[in-house]
């Protein structure tokens, strides 16, 4: 017998994966990381600005380990509402290009859409900026594996 996955339950699925996002996983509970806004295959969101993430005191600079951690969590939730059902899944390999510094005292915002689905790898691009979109702190490129946790492997 097959079940037919309805867009309702697609949309709900995307809703409790985004849910997920900031409540469920510890590390960006840590970070403070919040969900602005989502859809199917993409992203955003946000991590209001604390001391502790400045990096560089002298120069009012935040590090650049917060902006890496905010967009690989984005990336990797585009990756699962762009998913046709939840998937278990790895970052296989994230690039940052750093466009100008991300500066104390703003939040950071991040937005990430995954542009390509293929059966073991997903393609997404993102980018940082902190609150105009038309001037990011970096661009991200990243790529996904898809894993199947009953063999360990990646799907075939």
Not at 21 to 26: E, Q
Not at 115 to 137: I, K, M, W, Y
Request: one cysteine or more; hydrophobic letters at 40%; proline letters at 4%.
């Amino acid at each position: 017998m097959t079940t037919t996955v309805t867009d309702e339950d697609r949309a709900r699925m995307r809703e409790r994966i985004a849910s997920v996002f900031a409540r469920a996983i510890p590390h960006n509970q840590a970070l403070g990381a919040e969900i602005a806004d989502y859809g199917e295959g993409w992203a955003e969101a946000r991590l209001p600005f604390r001391e502790d993430f400045v990096g560089d005191p002298d120069a009012g600079l935040l590090q650049t380990s917060v902006g890496i951690s905010l967009i690989d969590a984005t990336c990797g939730l585009a990756v699962f509402l762009r998913l046709p059902e939840y998937a278990s899944i790895a970052t296989l390999d994230l690039r940052m290009e750093y466009l100008r510094p991300a500066v104390a005292g703003e939040a950071l915002h991040a937005r990430a859409e995954c542009h390509r689905l293929t059966r073991s790898v997903a393609f997404v691009r993102g980018q940082l900026h902190q609150g105009d979109p038309e001037r990011p702190t970096a661009l991200c490129t990243a790529t996904f594996i898809r894993t199947d946790e009953r063999r360990g492997k990646n799907r075939s």
